[in-house]
């Protein structure tokens, strides 16, 4: 819990001082500090195959940016048409979302709802970040309007979704398809509501796919990994059964 106050602290002022499109697709990143956690969590070295997979993660990240090159809008008002279509879609998007997964289990049902957690991320980011804003008016101030109010309920939405999708299938299901609709709906936020310059050239846009993809291909090959590379969080394994009859003995017997 200290660390999630912690890195939402951070997020906050990393929002405040930078673009939304820079900001939140380094989030993606988490996965790879997780390796030394995990290290240190199973007294174990990471493998090759999650150091490669993480190279191919932070590779794919830096391509992205270099090909985006994301910075600061021209100004910090949000527009009003812009967010209010904003926040009606992704609405709309984690409702449809839930109700989609609601009940069911498998690989299907996880990716849904880790969709709709990423929608509800990308609400959050941006909430957050006009939050920041209007703290420059005063700590008072942000009470009296929107933002901090969807805030909370996005953040809410997001993190139920999260342990939803978590407990209906596979990671390489929900966190690929969590970080992905994370950071392109990020990206939509910061250029339509937020005014943020985006390379849109066929270049550019060649880049920004491409690095996007080899993002999720990391990704996906560290979640593979850690699924089947380690116990970490799982139940422990039942004993087997002996095959064939079994002979008893009794102490007296011996």
Known sequence: ???????????????????????????????VFALPLRQLLESRTPRRSELAWATLLCGGLAGFLVAATPSQGTHHTPDTSASV????????????????GRSAQGTWPAAVLGVGAGLAFAGTAGAL???????????????????????????????????????????????????TVDTVVSLVIGVAVFDEPFRVGAIALFGEVTGLVVVVAGLAG?????????????????????????????????
């Open 222 to 254: 560290l979640t593979v990994g850690q699924e089947t590379g380690s116990s970490w969080g799982a139940p422990p394994a039942k004993p087997k059964r002996p095959q064939g009859p079994v002979r008893e003995t009794s102490l007296a017997g011996q």
């Open 85 to 100: 279509l904003t926040v009606a879609a992704i609405g709309a998007g984690v409702a449809l979302c839930a109700y989609l």
């Open 129 to 179: 970040k006009e939050v920041t804003i209007e703290l420059g008016a005063g700590f008072g101030s942000i009470f009296t309007n929107w933002p901090v109010y969807g805030l909370a309920a996005a953040g809410a939405a997001g993190m139920l979704l999260t342990e939803l999708a978590f407990k209906a299938g596979p990671l390489r299901a929900s966190l690929p398809a969590m970080s």
């Open 1 to 31: 819990m200290g660390g999630q106050i912690a890195g939402f602290g951070l997020h906050a002022v990393a929002l405040r001082d930078g673009p939304l499109t820079l900001v939140q697709p380094l989030m993606v990143t988490e996965v």
